[in-house]
Nanobody
Framework: QVQLVESGGGLVQAGDSLRLSCAVSGRTSSANAMGWFRQAPGKEREFAAAVDWRSGMGYYSDTHKGRFAISRDLSKNTVYLRVNSLKPDDTAVYYC?????????????????WGQGTQVTVSS
């Protein structure tokens, strides 16, 4: 199995930048990609970004492309999500997940392992 622990969330002001971290452990060889999803109150979980674990190639939701940046550091077994120019509607619980099945990175069902989430709250 793969274990994932998110950190870096908190209360920030609109316009700030934030970098979230996801510490990855376990059988990382079983994961082809690591993804970030978010879920706001009353809304469905949505895809934000993903990174190919081996190559570092990033993939982004068209909605968030240009403001989100994903990266990974193999030496630290960590995947990062930087969000620039934070807006109040970025408020959500952010989850990282490990994709273990072949498929589109936007598809939650292809991710077998999920972290507990980290809360991001953006005030105006």
């Amino acid at each position: 199995q793969v274990q994932l622990v998110e950190s870096g969330g908190g209360l920030v002001q609109a316009g700030d930048s934030l970098r979230l971290s996801c510490a990855v452990s376990g059988r990382t060889s079983s994961a082809n990609a690591m993804g970030w999803f978010r879920q706001a109150p009353g809304k469905e979980r949505e895809f934000a970004a993903a990174v190919d674990w081996r190559s570092g190639m990033g993939y982004y939701s068209d909605t968030h492309k240009g403001r989100f940046a994903i990266s990974r550091d193999l030496s630290k077994n960590t995947v990062y999500l930087r969000v620039n120019s934070l807006k109040p509607d970025d408020t959500a619980v952010y989850y990282c997940a490990a994709q273990t099945a072949y498929g589109r990175v936007e598809t939650p069902a292809t991710y077998a392992y999920w972290g507990q989430g980290t809360q991001v709250t953006v005030s105006s």
